[in-house]
């Protein structure tokens, strides 16, 4: 008996949605665990556990540079299969024999998760029309912090009903399994680019790797994004060893932050504005959480630096749907190198930020001045991208769009 396909787009984008989220929960779970893991192993080498940081760290800046290959080789309904079912490899965590398949296990994983997130874009673009874009791409902005917080929040939880966090990860792994194979029944746009996407330009439609990195609204649309997440794995990697605790608080103000940005971006349709003011606040609250001395501005510097990290997401991720002439071979180059060059900018800030701990023994004050200063990317970054939005400034007041 042949299955009906799924055509219905919201089913299309609650599977991303809970794909995604799921990633996040086996990759945060794993590494709520890691401490057990690496004594079931009778490993207790410092320098083993940061070789597994930085297979991860690997895996997402080869596999976000490497997911638009994926994708034009095998369309992205298929790239994104391979993507969960490299999210399931997970599934070795908890029961590796060996620090070997467990390095294994995570870099498989990370690369899952690094190429899933590049095809948030052409899927949505392939399946939702522009005025809905915004909304769809600030929910999967917000997958990844769903999922952690439900780790942060319920691990013990999950523990307590499977039986053990072994059985909480393989729990989350064979979910993960799960939605690949409901994934293989939703209809392929791929072949039907052409005929949705016939009024774009030829040009759009053999947008190639060496056609992006000489674009340089690539390099300057990644290098705006990589001080927020330079920042954003500091403060869950350093800050914490440098006695500021208020991390944590980031999360639950990252989802809001980013639910209000979705109910903005749908009223407010010019994207610079939010990004700018967004960046400016963000340095500001990243000096207040790094230099006070005082519980609660760093308290506060830390709430607000969740809201405003993830407000403007939803107008910056929605940036290259409104770019004229997008095809969804272009949309998944331009994300491609969009994560890679960030992750890669980011990985090398964080190595200096770790150097200059190392060299002042231990005094993170130069650290943090470096910190603050990349933050500012997402500020001075907003004033060389473009303003894609088809509607005068004065449209917040009442007019009506302006006629091309």
Same mark, same amino acid.
């Given at each position: 008996?042949?299955?009906?396909?799924?055509?219905?787009?919201?089913?299309?984008?609650?599977?991303?949605?809970?794909?995604?989220?799921?990633?996040?929960?086996?990759?945060?779970?794993?590494?709520?665990?890691?401490?057990?893991?690496?004594?079931?192993?009778?490993?207790?080498?410092?320098?083993?556990?940061?070789?597994?940081?930085?297979?991860?760290?690997?895996?997402?800046?080869?596999?976000?540079?490497?997911?638009?290959?994926?994708?034009?080789?095998?369309?992205?309904?298929?790239?994104?299969?391979?993507?969960?079912?490299?999210?399931?490899?997970?599934?070795?965590?908890?029961?590796?024999?060996?620090?070997?398949?467990?390095?294994?296990?995570?870099?498989?994983?990370?690369?899952?998760?690094?190429?899933?997130?590049?095809?948030?874009?052409?899927?949505?673009?392939?399946?939702?029309?522009?005025?809905?874009?915004?909304?769809?791409?600030?929910?999967?902005?917000?997958?990844?912090?769903?999922?952690?917080?439900?780790?942060?929040?319920?691990?013990?939880? #999950?523990?307590?009903?499977? *039986?053990?966090? /072994?059985?909480? $990860? +393989?729990?989350? %792994?064979?979910?993960?399994?799960? !939605?690949? &194979?409901?994934?293989?029944?939703?209809?392929?746009?791929?072949?039907?680019?052409?005929?949705?996407?016939?009024?774009?330009?030829?040009?759009?439609?053999?947008?190639?790797?060496?056609?992006?990195?000489?674009?340089?609204?690539?390099?300057?649309?990644?290098?705006?994004?990589?001080?927020?997440?330079?920042?954003?794995?500091?403060?869950?990697? #350093?800050?914490?060893?440098? *006695?500021?605790? /208020?991390?944590? $608080? +980031?999360?639950? %103000?990252?989802?809001?932050?980013? !639910?209000? &940005?979705?109910?903005?971006?749908?009223?407010?349709?010019?994207?610079?504005?939010?990004?700018?003011?967004?960046?400016?606040?963000?340095?500001?609250?990243?000096?207040?959480?790094?230099?006070?001395?005082?519980?609660?501005?760093?308290?506060?510097?830390?709430?607000?630096?969740?809201?405003?990290?993830?407000?403007?997401?939803?107008?910056?991720?929605?940036?290259?749907?409104?770019?004229?002439?997008?095809?969804?071979?272009?949309?998944?180059?331009?994300?491609?190198?969009?994560?890679?060059?960030?992750?890669?900018?980011?990985?090398?800030?964080?190595?200096?930020?770790?150097?200059?701990?190392?060299?002042?023994?231990?005094?993170?004050?130069?650290?943090?001045?470096?910190?603050?200063?990349?933050?500012?990317?997402?500020?001075?970054?907003?004033?060389?991208?473009?303003?894609?939005?088809?509607?005068?400034?004065?449209?917040?007041?009442?007019?009506?769009?302006?006629?091309?």
């Amino acid at each position: 008996m042949k299955l009906n396909k799924i055509q219905n787009k919201y089913v299309v984008a609650v599977l991303v949605f809970l794909s995604y989220t799921l990633f996040a929960m086996a990759w945060v779970g794993g590494t709520a665990s890691m401490n057990q893991i690496m004594a079931a192993m009778n490993i207790d080498s410092l320098a083993s556990a940061s070789f597994i940081s930085g297979a991860v760290t690997l895996a997402k800046i080869v596999g976000t540079f490497a997911a638009a290959w994926v994708a034009l080789k095998f369309g992205v309904k298929y790239a994104f299969l391979i993507s969960g079912l490299l999210i399931s490899i997970g599934l070795l965590t908890p029961f590796a024999p060996n620090y070997e398949l467990l390095l294994l296990s995570r870099f498989l994983m990370g690369l899952g998760g690094a190429l899933m997130i590049v095809y948030f874009n052409p899927i949505v673009m392939a399946w939702f029309e522009p005025e809905e874009r915004p909304t769809i791409n600030g929910i999967n902005a917000v997958s990844f912090n769903v999922g952690t917080g439900i780790i942060l929040w319920q691990m013990g939880a #999950f523990n307590t009903l499977t *039986g053990g966090w /072994q059985n909480s $990860l +393989v729990l989350f %792994s064979l979910a993960s399994i799960v !939605l690949c &194979g409901i994934w293989l029944m939703v209809e392929n746009k791929d072949k039907k680019e052409s005929t949705v996407n016939s009024d774009t330009t030829e040009e759009a439609s053999n947008y190639s790797y060496i056609d992006g990195l000489k674009d340089k609204f690539n390099w300057q649309y990644a290098l705006t994004y990589s001080g927020i997440l330079t920042f954003y794995i500091c403060l869950f990697t #350093f800050y914490p060893k440098a *006695g500021i605790s /208020q991390s944590a $608080l +980031v999360i639950g %103000s990252g989802i809001i932050g980013t !639910l209000a &940005g979705i109910v903005f971006s749908k009223k407010i349709t010019a994207r610079l504005p939010v990004i700018r003011w967004s960046g400016l606040i963000i340095t500001l609250t990243v000096i207040g959480l790094s230099f006070s001395t005082s519980e609660l501005i760093q308290t506060s510097s830390a709430m607000l630096l969740g809201f405003f990290i993830f407000f403007p997401i939803t107008a910056l991720v929605t940036i290259p749907h409104e770019l004229p002439s997008m095809t969804g071979k272009k949309i998944t180059v331009i994300f491609s190198l969009f994560y890679s060059i960030s992750y890669l900018a980011g990985t090398l800030i964080l190595w200096v930020f770790g150097k200059l701990v190392d060299l002042n023994q231990g005094d993170y004050t130069y650290s943090f001045i470096l910190i603050s200063i990349v933050s500012s990317t997402f500020f001075f970054g907003s004033f060389f991208l473009p303003e894609t939005n088809q509607l005068e400034t004065t449209t917040t007041k009442g007019s009506v769009p302006c006629e091309e």
